[in-house]
């Protein structure tokens, strides 16, 4: 009986491991840590931009501190809408490219457009006629919150996918 058992277990396929795996796409554990890590790491910037810089610069364009404040109900919002949105459709994902991949090029790209119009929201305003000065810039308000949301909604998005296992 065990020699039965014996030639079967030789006969069976052996089914790679995944060290074996990563051995044959040449990826160490190191560099896929770093890989996962970096998303993070990018999210956790963005966020720290927010917190140390935005408010200060809401009111440089003239927002008052009260209203100030409620800027910052964009991010909530956008939790809850894009994370549940973006979990589902990226399960559902059947991209040649992975189920997050896209999604994470996405993100990155909104935040690049968020950057964009947050830094430059000054002279967008003034391009499209807000006053100089020390007066409400009403024009570079608009273009700084929609920035600013659509910062959210790309952290939002990306935080997600930084929280999966899979990519």
């Given amino acids: 009986?065990?020699?039965?058992?014996?030639?079967?277990?030789?006969?069976?396929?052996?089914?790679?491991?995944?060290?074996?795996?990563?051995?044959?796409?040449?990826?160490?554990?190191?560099?896929?840590?770093?890989?996962v890590a970096s998303i993070a790491t990018g999210i956790q910037f963005i966020w720290a931009l927010q917190l140390s810089l935005l408010t200060p610069y809401v009111q440089l364009l003239g927002i008052p501190h009260k209203l100030a404040s409620l800027i910052w109900l964009c991010g909530p919002i956008a939790g809850i809408v894009v994370q549940p949105i973006t979990g589902y459709y990226s399960d559902n994902c059947t991209s040649r490219f992975g189920r997050r991949r896209p999604y994470i090029a996405a993100g990155t790209a909104f935040i690049i457009v968020g950057v964009f119009l947050i830094s430059f929201a000054a002279d967008i305003g003034h391009a499209t006629g807000d006053p100089l000065g020390n007066s409400i810039k009403p024009r570079a308000i608009v273009v700084f919150v929609t920035g600013f949301c659509v910062l959210h909604v790309a952290n939002n998005l990306l935080q997600v996918l930084a929280g999966s296992s899979h990519s």
């Fill in 1 to 35: 009986m065990e020699d039965a058992r014996e030639k079967m277990k030789h006969s069976l396929p052996i089914e790679p491991s995944q060290s074996m795996v990563a051995a044959q796409n040449h990826e160490s554990p190191l560099e896929k840590i770093f890989m």
